[in-house]
C-alpha cells in the first residue's frame, strides 16, 4: 500500500521554517514545501513530517504555531 506524504498545513512562510527548526531540535526530521495547485490557504507553505506527525503536530501547538489543517500529498513526486 503505497501512502501519501503526511503534510501540517502552516499559516505562512515563517512559521514554517521556526517549525521545521523547533521539530529539529526535537529530533524530528521535517522539511519545508511549497503547497502546489490553487487551493491553497495562508501562503501556501507546508511541513513535510515523514515519521511522528501527530507529535510533530501536538509540539508546534504547545510552541503557539497556527496550524491550518493536515493532508497527505500523493508520495509519488
Not at 526535537?26 to 513530517?49: D, M
Amino acid at each position: 500500500m503505497i501512502m501519501g506524504k503526511p503534510m501540517i498545513l502552516i499559516s505562512s512562510i515563517t512559521y514554517a521554517m521556526k517549525s521545521r527548526d523547533i521539530l529539529f531540535s526535537y529530533g524530528i526530521k521535517a522539511y519545508v514545501e511549497r503547497k502546489s495547485g490553487g487551493n491553497t490557504a495562508g501562503c501556501g507553505y507546508s511541513i513535510y513530517v515523514p515519521d511522528r506527525t501527530d507529535e510533530a503536530e501536538r509540539i508546534l501547538r504547545d510552541a503557539g504555531v497556527k496550524i491550518l489543517g493536515r493532508a497527505e500529498r500523493d508520495g509519488s513526486s
